[in-house]
Structure formats: C-alpha cells, structure tokens
C-alpha cells in the first residue's frame, strides 16, 4: 500500500533554497522530525504548519496538496 501523501513541505523547502535542517533549527525540533514530516512518514500539527508557512514566507496552503478533482 503506498503513503498517501498530505504535505509539501520538501518540494517547498527546495523551491526556497532550504533545508530540513535549517527548519528544524528554526521551528526547535529534531531534524528526524522535519524528515519524517518531509517524506509524509509524520505531519506537523496545523500550528507548526502555519509557523513552517511563516519561515518559508508562503501561504499555508502551498504546503498542503489540493483535495480537488483534477480533471
């Protein structure tokens, strides 16, 4: 069964030149607990969410994958 993937957060990261470790500095959590984010393994809670959209300087949903129809 495949991982159904709800996040962004690494294509993200890439598309501002960042890394999970810079972000897990920044947010104070472990770097294993950015990876697990970033491979959709884990996910942050919707507070730590807007503070990643915060750092990344995004809008919240361009961390979250649409759950519209894509005809």
Do not use: F
């Not at 996040?7 to 960042?18: C, F, M, Y």
């Not at 884990?42 to 507070?47: D, R």
Request: with cysteine; net charge positive; glycine share 2%.
């Amino acid at each position: 069964m495949s991982k159904l993937k709800l996040n962004r957060i690494k294509v993200v990261l890439v598309e501002n030149n960042r890394t999970s470790k810079e972000l897990a500095n920044h947010l104070g959590k472990t770097v294993s607990t950015v990876s697990r984010w970033c491979t959709n393994e884990a996910q942050p809670s919707i507070e730590t969410l807007y503070e990643v959209a915060k750092y990344l300087k995004v809008d919240i949903r361009e961390l979250l994958l649409s759950t519209g129809n894509k005809s």
